[in-house]
């Protein structure tokens, strides 16, 4: 499986950007999939997942949106009211947990598949 993701750029602090993530190889409908960001010097920081609803951190709860399209295999993170601290690389992530016990869709290491990495850069 390899993912694709896409959509990153520099804005300035209250826009909006909409980034992407194509999935090939095969389907990953029945796993979670997310967004994980990433600032040089700290750990990849869980951002949003979803199965079949959504899941948010705390940051971004509110601003965000993640959505997915099983049937072209794609996932969407719309992000609105961006702010500085949101100034990182965003990867997505597929072949998560199937379901949500204990959290385990916040923990990076048990997704297999990775995209490569976007930059989303927030200006003051």
């Known amino acids: 499986v390899q993912l694709q993701a896409s959509g990153g750029g520099l804005v300035q602090a209250g826009d909006s950007l909409r980034l992407s993530c194509a999935a090939s190889?095969?389907?990953?409908?029945?796993?979670?999939m997310a967004w994980f960001r990433q600032v040089p010097g700290k750990e990849r920081e869980f951002v949003a997942a979803?199965?079949?609803?959504?899941y948010y951190a705390d940051s971004v709860k509110g601003r965000f949106t993640i959505s997915r399209d099983n049937a072209k295999v794609t996932m969407d993170l719309q992000m609105r009211t961006l702010r500085p601290e949101d100034t990182a690389v965003y990867y997505c992530?597929?072949?998560?947990?199937?379901?949500?016990?204990?959290?385990?869709?916040?923990?990076?290491?048990?997704?297999?598949?990775w995209g490569q990495g976007t930059q989303v850069t927030v200006s003051s």
């Open positions: 979803i199965s079949t609803i959504p």
């Open positions: 190889g095969r389907t990953l409908s029945s796993s979670f």
């Open positions: 992530a597929g072949g998560g947990p199937s379901n949500s016990w204990s959290n385990r869709y916040r923990n990076p290491g048990v997704y297999s598949y």
